[in-house]
């Protein structure tokens, strides 16, 4: 039973606020589908091929992912060795680096002039085809960021196993299989469906791995060929129907997705292993560990080392570079902003409603955004801003900070919402007694208690909007473009040595801010305690 005092100006703004985002949702909806009533004339689009596509794509990425990721999960939940704790939060970064960084550096590495086809002609004079593009190459990307991700996410169910069944099993002398079949997999069963609902709209959606390593229209997705309908084609008639189509899909994923465990946003540091296997098994666990590590970090190697020794001297000296810079900067630190002060009014009048039905409508709208991939929203604001008569360079900064704000939100709220019900369930009864103000209430007991759950929601939204190129692609001019806009211009125009330096620095900034901050804000919130 909730606690709190009642908090009606909490309650007030967020009813606001979920109407707001309620009518936006509703505006962008319209207008894709008034352009897709209104479209006249026949497109060449092939809907039917792309669908069977982006689902074939996205169904082998989740289930390669979910294979990898327990694999990986079970090995790093059993062996012991220094710098654990750093190859843990490498694969935890898996969710904020960028796709396109990833897709470089697999080029760079596998590609026809990559690492590995240079090192064969040089020493046996044989040169082989680029298995970095096509089908292979986008599910080789997907699968090294999904099964990262996947592996976090699913060595916390195994860290989160009481002590008392691992002493039980143990007593019992479990074998390797025994333990998983009888401890580790129904720990983590619970959590497959739910994860790899998130997995597969990660997969559906992709957009810049789909756009550097499809290698052409046959491995196309939906989402790319929207991009192309409108920046090649302008294709409009066959954008919205593309639209339609992947809103439709993404929304039945999520409703089904509904019915499972959800997936937490946030994750504390991972437990020491409690449990050793013979020398047979840990062989296999750390031929799986180094395999892992290595498909997820030779790529971002790669990139940081084309970066610095190639053309990092020459990408400095041009200032559209520096003007790049900083845009994305602006657009990320005022995204992260917008994000978290909508998070913010959201989670708290989320955590003051009484009624189940009222917690869920006040959360709902900020959710429905994961049915909406950037591509589509950014379409959906190109039609809104084009039929007001607004002059799209005018509109286009405005327009990506509040998109990549909306596509932040529901990871935001997912990292926010649990911990504030934890605060109502456990010092709901303390605020009460204490007679706190609302206003109280959040700077003595919950920001406090929030700090490092504020700078993890920042940094995520701050590297979901530095790496982005969904919504700056269709709204991106010459005058007006980021790091990623740049970087993919570049590839476009053969400047390789540009757009590896570009990788490294988009890297690095990625990097340095999911460390950095919730670091940074959990000192700041525990100073103002103090």
């Known amino acids: 039973m909730l606690t709190l005092p009642k908090r009606p100006i909490r309650i007030a703004m967020a009813t606001a606020l979920s109407f707001a985002i309620a009518a936006l949702i509703a505006a962008v909806l319209w207008a894709i589908l008034a352009a897709a009533t209104d479209a006249s004339g026949h497109s060449r689009v092939d809907i039917a091929h792309l669908l069977r596509m982006t689902s074939l794509q996205a169904g082998l990425t989740t289930i390669l992912s979910l294979l990898v990721g327990m694999a990986l999960a079970w090995s790093l939940n059993r062996l012991r060795f220094p710098g654990r704790d750093v190859v843990v939060s490498l694969f935890a970064s898996a969710i904020v680096t960028p796709g396109m960084v990833v897709a470089f550096g697999l080029l760079s590495i596998w590609g026809r002039n990559g690492w590995i086809n240079q090192l064969s002609q040089t020493l046996f004079g044989i040169g082989f085809d680029s298995p970095a593009y096509g089908l292979s190459g986008i599910l080789l990307a997907h699968v090294i960021l999904d099964g990262a991700f996947a592996a976090r996410i699913l060595l916390a169910r195994l860290d989160s196993i009481p002590a008392t069944r691992l002493k039980v099993g143990q007593s019992l002398a479990l074998g390797p299989l025994q333990r998983f079949r009888l401890i580790d997999w129904p720990a983590m069963a619970l959590s497959l469906p739910g994860l790899g609902a998130v997995i597969f709209l990660l997969a559906f959606t992709s957009f810049p791995i789909v756009l550097l390593l499809g290698g052409g229209p046959a491995n196309q997705t939906l989402e790319v060929a929207i991009f192309s309908a409108v920046r090649l084609d302008f294709d409009l008639a066959g954008a919205v129907r593309l639209a339609v189509t992947q809103i439709g899909v993404c929304a039945l994923v999520i409703v089904l997705a509904s019915a499972f465990s959800p997936v937490p946003a946030a994750l504390g540091r991972s437990a020491q292993p409690r449990w050793r296997d013979g020398p047979t098994t840990r062989l296999l666990q750390w031929g799986v560990l180094i395999v892992s590590v290595l498909a997820f970090a030779l790529p971002l190697l790669s990139v940081l080392y084309d970066g610095i020794v190639g053309g990092f001297g020459r990408i400095i000296a041009q200032p559209a570079f520096w003007r790049a810079t900083a845009t994305s900067i602006l657009i990320g630190t005022a995204s992260a902003a917008l994000t978290l002060g909508l998070a913010l009014i959201l989670a708290l009048g989320r955590s003051a409603a009484r009624h189940p039905l009222a917690r869920t409508s006040l959360g709902m709208p900020a959710y429905a955004y994961l049915a909406v991939p950037a591509v589509v929203l950014s379409l959906g604001f190109f039609l809104l801003v084009r039929g007001l008569g607004v002059p ?27 911990p504030l019900d934890a605060i109502v369930r456990t010092r709901g009864k303390l605020i009460r007694s204490l007679g706190l103000t609302g206003w109280m209430q959040f700077t003595r007991i919950e920001y406090p208690l929030l700090g490092r759950d504020i700078g993890l929601m920042l940094a995520l939204s701050f590297c979901f909007s530095l790496g982005d190129l969904g919504v700056i692609a269709l709204f991106g001019t010459q005058d007006f473009q980021t790091l990623p806009l740049m970087m993919y211009r570049a590839l476009g125009s053969y400047r390789n040595n540009d757009a590896a330096a570009i990788a490294a620095l988009l890297l690095i900034g ?16 525990h100073a103002g305690r103090r």
């Open 510 to 525: 990625t990097i340095a801010a999911f460390v950095l901050l919730p670091r940074l804000i959990e000192r700041l919130a």
């Open 392 to 418: 799209t360079g005018l509109a286009a900064p405005f327009v990506v900070v509040g998109a990549n704000s909306l596509l932040a939100l529901p990871f935001a709220m997912a990292t926010l919402g649990p």
